[in-house]
């Protein structure tokens, strides 16, 4: 079909300039969020969840999420279920992140899109002051319109807070990780050295042959078990991979490093870190994971960190002598 399009004789209608291509793009836009409007008019209640981020050029962007529940009818049209829905509205430039500038923008969005405010029960954002701050910040403000409209802390993002802080001050962790990131920057910023690392296939990833170097994320933690489980599967292909490099390669630079990578990894305390936070951060993961469910409510995320709060008890109990083995996390229904 494109390439009929593009053959089509000089002076034909093609439709592919960049003017016209935006244009449909901004239409089908348009109905998408006609339609979103729509569903959430229909729904007794909605909640927002918004939250700023900088773009590359490094201006701050806020996002626009809706969360509402619609009804499932069968061909009778007769109401069978209730489906929770999470739609992204779109991003919205900001340049003053105060309470007051954000909570105007919010307003702003709920009324532009033709929203009812009085109708909004939830409000979700991260723990900032400027967001959450009881007396002035953007959730007092939004309640100051409706009262009903509740503050939520992200659970997961309330989860991540937990992680950082548990670790930020042990010197340890911060090397432990380093080294984990600079492994990723010495395969990843070379094609050649990528592909010698996927190149070396041991037969003990029979089971995880698709297990590859992640990079860590610098904001969310309970991800960082993909890292990790990526690189305790790939232990000794990624150490096969360094010693042959450090033998083979003529680059002073990319000798040494490789060598110091090497030696980085050969020690019993990065050996050990491996295995023990993998097994912490699968029980974590398997939460955050969970916790950003659409169909998971307060209750559920509480008993959700209960179990997890006791499975790291039975870690440390295990670690100590006086308790129970490592065991898999369990999943609340």
């Known amino acids: 079909m494109l390439q009929e399009l593009i053959k089509r004789p000089e002076g034909s ?21 006609w339609d979103i409007t729509a569903e959430i008019n229909q729904a007794p209640f909605f909640s927002v969840i918004m939250d700023t981020t900088q773009d590359l050029s490094k201006r701050d962007q806020l996002s626009q999420v809706y969360r509402y529940v619609t009804i499932v009818r ?64 953007v959730q007092a403000r939004i309640r100051e319109k409706e009262p009903l409209a509740t503050y939520v802390h992200c659970a997961a993002h309330n989860l991540n807070l937990v992680l950082n802080d548990a670790v930020k001050h042990i010197p340890e962790m911060e090397q432990f990780y380093g080294t984990i990131e600079s492994l990723y920057m010495f395969f990843g910023h070379s094609i050649k050295r990528w592909a010698m690392l996927t190149g070396i296939v041991s037969t003990d990833l029979s089971d995880h042959s698709d297990v590859t170097l992640k990079r860590l ?91 997890t709060i006791l499975i790291l008890s039975e870690y440390r109990g295990a670690f100590e002598g006086d308790g129970p083995v490592f065991r898999k996390p369990d999943i609340p229904k």
Not at 13 to 33: D, M
Not at 85 to 92: P, Q, R, T, V
Request: glycine content about 6%; proline content about 1%; some cysteine.
């Open 13 to 33: 209608v093609k439709y592919l300039s960049p003017t016209i291509q935006n244009e449909l793009i901004y239409i089908l836009s348009q109905r998408v969020q």
């Open 74 to 137: 069968d061909h009778m049209d007769i109401a069978k279920d209730i489906k929770v829905i999470k739609a992204f509205w779109g991003f919205e430039e900001t340049a003053d992140t105060s309470a007051s500038e954000l909570g105007k923008k919010i307003i702003g969005s709920i009324t532009k899109n033709g929203l009812d405010i009085a109708k909004c029960r939830g409000q979700g954002y991260d723990g900032a002051a400027n967001m959450s701050g009881v007396y002035s910040g």
């Open 217 to 307: 994320c610098p904001t969310r933690w309970s991800s960082r078990y993909e890292s990790l489980t990526a690189l305790r599967y790939g232990y000794v292909d990624v150490m096969k991979t360094l010693t042959k490099i450090a033998l083979t390669t003529d680059k002073k630079d990319e000798r040494g490093e490789a060598s110091g990578l090497k030696k980085n990894m050969e020690k019993f305390s990065f050996i050990f870190l491996v295995v023990l936070q993998t097994k912490v951060l699968e029980s974590v993961n398997v939460v955050s994971k969970l916790l950003q469910d659409t169909n998971t409510d307060i209750e559920k995320a509480v008993k959700l960190l209960e179990n």
